[in-house]
């Protein structure tokens, strides 16, 4: 089955800096990609996500690459706020079956 | 609309016994899914279904069964509790017909097995 790596474990970065979370996945029949945000003590929640056959997707401050040759993609976070604190998930879907990273937790210092 | 519902929020259970966790959605979702997180694990699946009627096994089966008699209901079974499965358990369903896109997460429920 699909195996998923997620780096780093944690990041910490100063606020206004920008952020970046690197995921490798191994099966080169996944085709989705999303990235989860998780508040302490809350369900995980859907930020972004992109499909194969696109190499990058933005949504305001977030933005994610796909590099398929490689097998990895990534989340850039820009301008960070103490609200971005959290733990992000990577996860790399074929159709039924997706497959989380081990999350990364990043903390945003005032 | 409630979303992705499940019950209960916190169980505590002795070694060998059975319980289910239940899931319902109200968005008539055809895809649904279980999975537990521990810590330093991220998310595990453990069983999936595409529809009514339809179930599979995801990473970390061994242990627990599923059934989907109705689009709305995927029941989550623990047949003979054990220490390792103390977890938090998540359901999800996907806006995405079919198939695993755009999950959409219930709020969990923290199992703890002694």
């Known amino acids: 089955g699909e195996n998923v790596e997620q780096h780093p474990s944690t990041l910490s970065v100063q606020e206004g800096d920008s952020a970046v979370i690197k995921c490798t996945y191994s099966?080169?029949?996944?085709?989705?990609f999303p990235w989860y945000k998780q508040e302490l003590g809350k369900r995980p929640q859907l930020i972004i996500d992109i499909r194969s056959n696109v190499g990058e997707k933005k949504d305001q401050r977030i933005a994610v690459t796909l590099n398929k040759t490689a097998k990895h993609f990534s989340l850039h976070i820009t301008e960070t706020q103490p609200e971005d604190s959290a733990v992000y998930f990577c996860a790399a879907s074929n159709n039924n079956d997706m497959r989380f990273g081990a999350g990364t937790r990043l903390t945003v210092k005032p | 609309n409630a979303g992705v519902t499940q019950t209960p929020k916190f169980q505590v259970l002795k070694t060998g016994q059975s319980m289910t966790l239940q899931c319902a959605q109200d968005?008539?979702?055809?895809?649904m899914s279980w999975y537990r997180q521990d810590p330093g694990m991220g998310l595990r699946l453990i069983h999936y279904s595409v529809g009514a009627g339809i179930t599979d096994q995801g990473e970390v089966p061994n242990g627990y069964n599923v059934s989907r008699s109705t689009t709305e209901d995927f029941p989550l079974r623990l047949l003979s509790a054990a220490p390792s499965q103390t977890s938090v358990y998540f359901c999800?369903?996907?806006?995405?017909?079919?198939?695993?896109?755009?999950?959409?997460f219930g709020s969990g429920t923290q199992l703890s097995v002694l």
């Open positions: 968005m008539n979702h055809e895809y």
């Open positions: 999800a369903s996907s806006y995405s017909e079919g198939h695993a896109a755009k999950l959409f």
């Open positions: 099966d080169s029949a996944s085709n989705y």
